[in-house]
């Protein structure tokens, strides 16, 4: 196996481990796929009450029922239509979906407003799980477990909700797809065997709109885990933060999302402005190059005072001694067998590296076509007209043949 696919192997592999570990964001989505519906339960009065979402034909009845009255009898209808199981008797439709009508007569009608607020909000919650598993939808349907799940379940029978209703047209979409792919790979074999330039033409035509799909795919997952971790963009207000009496708006998701704010990005790191990481950088290089040179300083006197200063430090003579290789011999026989080069550092490497990376400072520049660091050069000052001399004394004479 050569390195370039061991490389793209090892990297498959990560994304797969990757894709196993969120799958958990997606527990509401699959849910509602393989049973329809999603559930909370509670206890009330020592008795167990376990709530749903409704299904599509519910929402007209509901609106039937409650559409004349107020808020709190609106929330009355609306519990009574979410109610499950009680105690572990499935209450289900029956007489035309009047199991609403029966419980809201003899149980929710009657209920005081302050349970009725607290019994609320877990249908409440229940509808916000909803929403939240068709905004993750779409990633959803990008990951690979989608697709098995498709191939080993196919379509949800009988009444399906709206995940599974997009869902479905998402799948069927893509069969469609892979069909009309097997059908164009024919085509470009016979355009291969006329001509090998046009198929080559047509393979990497292919690639392209293959790579551009995954990235597609990849940054709408990126956007679904993001809006989980940190929400709406839209409703991430920046944190003001002052240090050494200067002020700066910290935004909630630090890193760039589109292209326009790479660039902006990108040009202000090309004009040397600082935002709040790179002050909050340097102040950490500044508090351990102050840790190190105290330490330093503190070594030296504990010398200084072990050992006394420069000029009354140790004294005495060195003599040196030959010896031939004989006497040598006598004296260590191991001293002339050959020995591996070793070298003992004096100290560790992540200890060097970090006071490397204390010494480095960040400087104005860009990325070079070689992908090498290039610091950029200050602007030469405009001298200004002149006189005619001062241009031809500047000017630097050159030989043309």
Same mark, same amino acid.
Request: proline share 3%; hydrophobic share 35%.
């Given at each position: ?39 909370q339960?509670?206890?009330?009065? #020592? ?16 609106l ?8 709190? +009898?609106?929330?009355?209808q ?19 979906s009047n ?54 379940? +196919?379509?949800p029978?009988? =009444? ?17 797809w ?11 074999s ?6 090998? *330039?046009?198929? *080559? ?5 292919? *690639? ?6 995954? #990235? ?7 956007d ?6 940190? +929400?709406?963009?839209?409703? =991430? ?14 935004? *909630?998701?630090?890193?760039? =999302? ?10 202000r ?6 935002d ?6 340097e102040?950490y290089k ?22 006394? #200063? ?11 001694v ?11 026989p191991n ?9 003992r ?24 076509a070689g ?10 000052? #405009? ?11 500047r ?5 043309? =043949?």
């Amino acid at each position: 196996m050569d390195r370039e696919a061991f490389i793209r192997e090892a990297a498959e592999e990560t994304l797969l481990r990757e894709a196993d570990e969120r799958r958990f964001l997606y527990a509401d989505v699959e849910m509602m796929l393989r049973t329809g519906l999603l559930t909370q339960s509670t206890v009330v009065n #020592d008795t167990l009450v376990i709530f749903r979402t409704l299904y599509p034909n519910e929402h007209q009845h509901l609106l039937d029922r409650a559409g004349r009255q107020n808020a709190l +009898g609106w929330m009355r209808q609306h519990l009574a239509a979410s109610v499950h199981m009680i105690d572990g008797y499935a209450v289900e439709p029956q007489y035309g979906s009047n199991q609403a009508y029966y419980l809201h007569r003899e149980w929710a009608q009657d209920i005081r407003e302050e349970y009725l607020m607290v019994l609320y909000s877990y249908v409440v919650s229940l509808r916000l799980r909803l929403e939240r598993a068709i905004k993750i939808l779409d990633a959803f349907c990008h990951e690979r477990y989608s697709r098995s799940l498709w191939r080993m379940d +196919g379509a949800p029978q009988g =009444q399906r909700n709206i995940v599974q209703r997009l869902w479905v047209a998402y799948n069927e979409a893509e069969d469609r797809w892979e069909l009309d792919q097997q059908q164009w790979s024919h085509t470009r074999s016979i355009a291969g065997a006329m001509s090998g *330039k046009q198929a *080559k033409s047509l393979q990497e035509a292919m *690639k392209k709109w293959e790579t551009q799909r995954k #990235d597609r795919g990849s940054r709408i997952i990126e956007d679904a885990v993001n809006w989980i971790i940190s +929400g709406d963009r839209a409703e =991430q207000e920046p944190i003001t933060v002052t240090v050494n009496g200067q002020t700066y708006e910290v935004p *909630k998701v630090h890193a760039s =999302q589109t292209v326009e704010e790479m660039e902006d990005e990108m040009l202000r790191a090309a004009r040397g402005e600082q935002d709040y990481h790179d002050v909050m950088v340097e102040q950490y290089k500044e508090f351990h190059r102050g840790r190190l040179e105290d330490a330093r300083r503190a070594q030296r006197e504990a010398m200084e005072a072990a050992w006394g #200063d420069t000029e009354g430090g140790l004294t005495g003579e060195t003599r040196m001694v030959g010896y031939t290789p004989e006497q040598l011999a006598e004296i260590n026989p191991n001293m002339l067998k050959k020995k591996p080069n070793t070298q003992r550092a004096s100290v560790s490497p992540e200890h060097e590296r970090f006071t490397e990376y204390l010494g480095t400072d960040v400087k104005v520049g860009w990325l070079g076509a070689g992908g090498v660091p290039e610091e950029a050069k200050k602007p030469v000052p #405009d001298e200004g007209p002149g006189s005619l001399q001062d241009k031809i004394s500047r000017r630097s004479p050159r030989l043309k =043949q």
